[in-house]
């Protein structure tokens, strides 16, 4: 019944039963019941692979509408492949010996970028005395993920509302896609094998 509830949000839907059943089963472990899960054994929504590739002319319809953190935040996230859960949390600590340092939150795989070009300019104009973050928020602290996604979506339907022609594929494109965009980008222009290196995978 939940998971038909929750049928038009699937991913969320199963990451919440699977949340559901871990609870569950701590509850079991310390004692407090003996039932069996109420989730076993129930199929949760099946999903599909996202498949989005940003054209650079939907981007950049996307980017004119940025103001200068979403540009130099959409940049880091392009430059990088790294996802916006750990583009927000580049600390000025994370840069030493001319290398920004990025521990993934997913894998915890650790990967190197040498600060050079268009790299080196946005974090030479974005970290200073004041912002120890990266990106910070309107306070100050570290821009959380949430906020990021909220200032993005209002972008988007700026670029929805300026060009309703391609309203339909700006709709599908989401912070997360510059990701797949700069490993496609790299394994054709250089190899799978830099791409994989970039994003971390093994």
């Not at 996202?50 to 950049?60: L, T």
């Not at 030479?124 to 949430?146: A, P, V």
Request: aromatic share 10%; hydrophobic share 40%.
């Amino acid at each position: 019944m939940y998971l038909n509830w929750r049928k038009e949000k699937p991913s969320a839907a199963n990451n919440e039963i699977i949340l559901f059943h871990h609870i569950w089963q701590m509850a079991r472990e310390w004692g407090y019941t003996k039932l069996a899960c109420p989730s076993e054994g129930i199929k949760k929504h099946k999903l599909t692979a996202r498949d989005v590739y940003v054209e650079d002319h939907i981007f950049q319809k996307v980017y004119e509408f940025a103001d200068q953190t979403l540009k130099d935040l959409m940049d880091l996230a392009y430059l990088t492949g790294q996802r916006p859960v750990d583009i927000v949390k580049i600390h000025r600590s994370h840069i030493f010996d001319d290398i920004l340092h990025i521990t993934q939150q997913k894998t915890g795989k650790k990967v190197r970028f040498e600060i050079i070009g268009k790299l080196k300019e946005i974090i030479d104009r974005r970290i200073n005395k004041e912002n120890q973050w990266l990106f910070t928020n309107k306070w100050g602290g570290k821009l959380s993920r949430n906020v990021l996604s909220h200032h993005f979506a209002e972008l988007r339907l700026q670029a929805m509302e300026t060009y309703p022609e391609l309203a339909d594929e700006i709709s599908k494109v989401q912070l997360r896609d510059l990701r797949a965009k700069a490993a496609t980008d790299i394994s054709l222009i250089y190899s799978t094998e830099d791409a994989q290196k970039q994003l971390g995978y093994s």
